[in-house]
C-alpha cells in the first residue's frame, strides 16, 4: 500500500480522536508514573483502515533493518506486529510475527509458555539464536514492555535490529534503547502538554518537509 503524508495526516487525527485524552488531574500510566493526558492506542491498532495505514507506515524501516521477524511482548505489540507483516507481504518480503508474554501461562507444554511464533521461513523455529528481529510496541513512555521484549529476544539468542513504536510519549523512553546502542524509531512523538507529532523522518520519508 504506497502511503502519502495525507495517510500520516489522517492516522494522526485518528489518535487524537479516538485514542488521546487530556485531564486536568493527573492520570496513572501503566509505567506506574502520573500524567495529564492518557494515551491508548489500541482504538487504531485494532482498527483495520488506521491498522493498514501504520503497517505501511513502519514496514520499510523494518525491511531495511534487515529483520526476519517482528513481534514484542503482549498485548501491545499484536496488531501492531500483524498489520508490518501484512504490509511487508504487499512488497513481497516476508516477515513472520511472534510475541512474549510477562507472565508464563499456566497450561501447555512448558517450551511454549511464554512465547507464541509464527512457523519460520526456514527450517527450524522462528525465534533462535541468531535471528535479526525487529520489536514493536504501540506506545513508548519509559519503555519497560518494549525493554523486556528486547531482553527476551536476546535471552533467546536473537539478534535486536530495531525497536519501533507507534507513539512514543514525552518522557522519552526511546533513549533507553538507543543508550544500549539500539536504533529506535517512532512515528509520532508527544509533548509534556499531549500534543501529537509527526516525526521527521517520517514526514521526510513520505514526501513532505520536516516541521510541517
Known amino acids: 500500500m504506497p502511503v ?3 495517510d500520516v495526516l489522517t492516522l ?14 493527573p492520570v496513572r500510566l501503566n509505567s506506574g508514573g502520573y500524567s495529564n493526558y ?17 503497517g505501511a507506515l513502519m514496514a520499510p524501516a523494518i525491511i531495511e533493518s534487515g529483520a526476519e521477524a517482528v513481534g514484542g511482548l503482549a498485548a501491545g505489540c499484536i496488531p501492531i506486529a500483524d498489520a508490518v507483516a501484512q504490509a511487508a507481504l504487499e512488497t513481497g518480503v516476508v516477515l513472520p510475527t511472534f510475541f512474549g ?3 508464563a501461562k499456566d497450561h501447555g507444554p512448558s517450551d511454549k509458555a511464554k512465547l507464541r511464533q509464527a ?4 527450517e527450524g523455529p522462528l525465534i533462535r539464536p541468531g535471528r535479526r528481529v525487529a520489536i514493536v510496541e504501540d506506545a ?11 531482553e527476551f529476544a536476546v535471552g533467546e539468542g536473537c539478534e535486536v535490529v530495531l525497536v519501533m513504536c507507534v507513539v512514543e510519549r514525552h518522557e522519552g523512553g526511546g533513549a533507553r534503547f538507543r543508550e544500549r546502542g539500539l536504533t529506535f524509531k517512532r512515528l509520532f512523538y508527544t ?3 499531549g500534543s501529537l507529532h509527526v516525526d521527521d523522518e517520517l514526514a521526510l520519508r513520505v514526501g513532505t518537509g520536516a516541521g510541517r
Open 4 to 6: 502519502t503524508y495525507d
Open 12 to 25: 494522526k487525527a485518528a489518535i487524537e480522536k479516538h485514542c488521546l485524552s487530556i485531564h486536568e488531574t
Open 38 to 54: 492518557y494515551l491508548d492506542l489500541k482504538g487504531v491498532a485494532l482498527h483495520p483502515r488506521y491498522a493498514r495505514i501504520i
Open 101 to 103: 508474554r510477562a507472565e
Open 119 to 122: 512457523a519460520a521461513e526456514d
Open 140 to 150: 513508548v513512555t519509559q519503555g519497560g514492555a518494549a525493554m523486556q521484549a528486547t
Open 191 to 193: 509533548h509534556e502538554d
